[in-house]
């Protein structure tokens, strides 16, 4: 596991720089816009399409990218609310100068945390979100988020991460004790609709 140095003295490190993001977003957009016509040809090499056919096929292949579009900058944003969260959270409670997380962890969360909330009414917009540690301690309350606050929330989904307590042995020598913490890659999401009786619903990623 390839573990990155994230978050230090106050500033979450992002997964990408906002240059090679944009570009990332504009090049897969831009695949995304032609591979759909690519594929029809080839497929179907030598038959005859209608009008009504093509323009069926082309507002379908629009509206896919637009969603997926959409879901990615959701999925940015987010993973610069728990970033942000986990760096405000380093002076109290997490008492430590430096936190480690594994190498696109963020990402990872963020991607889950927007896709949990797809099948919600309000969608992500719904969301209460809460974030916590697990260490040999116990349990500790991490902060919050709230992506849209002029929303009243329907669900609440919590971000459990998981401290390293064998802590990281070349580090310690170079820091001092208990300033530096490492996050392990796994993870859980717990969430609880706020209206309803059912049982929250408990997914573990690693």
């Known amino acids: 596991m390839v573990y990155t140095t994230a978050l230090l003295f106050g500033h979450g490190m992002p997964v990408l720089s906002e240059e090679e993001s944009v570009v990332e977003m504009i090049g897969k957009y831009f695949f995304q816009l032609t591979s759909p016509g690519l594929k029809t040809s080839s497929a179907r090499r030598g038959s005859v399409d209608s009008c009504d056919d093509m323009e069926k096929s082309s507002s379908s292949a629009d509206l896919d990218t637009g969603l997926e579009y959409e879901e990615r900058l959701l999925q ?80 609440e989904l919590s971000v459990v991460f998981k401290a390293d307590d064998d802590g990281w042995p070349p580090l310690k020598h ?27 619903v408990i997914h573990d990623f690693n």
């Open 76 to 155: 940015q944003d987010m993973t610069r609310q728990i970033e942000r969260c986990l760096s405000e959270a380093k002076a109290s409670p997490l008492r430590c100068q430096v936190l480690l997380l594994p190498r696109h962890m963020s990402a990872r969360v963020g991607r889950d945390v927007v896709r949990s909330s797809a099948d919600e009414p309000c969608g992500l917009r719904g969301a209460s979100i809460k974030v916590y540690l697990q260490s040999k301690d116990g349990l500790k309350s991490l902060g919050s988020i709230s992506p849209d606050p002029s929303v009243t929330p329907t669900f």
């Open 174 to 200: 170079i820091f001092v004790t208990d300033k530096v913490l490492k996050l392990r890659p796994e993870y859980r999401l717990v969430k609880k609709k706020l209206y309803s009786s059912a049982s929250p």
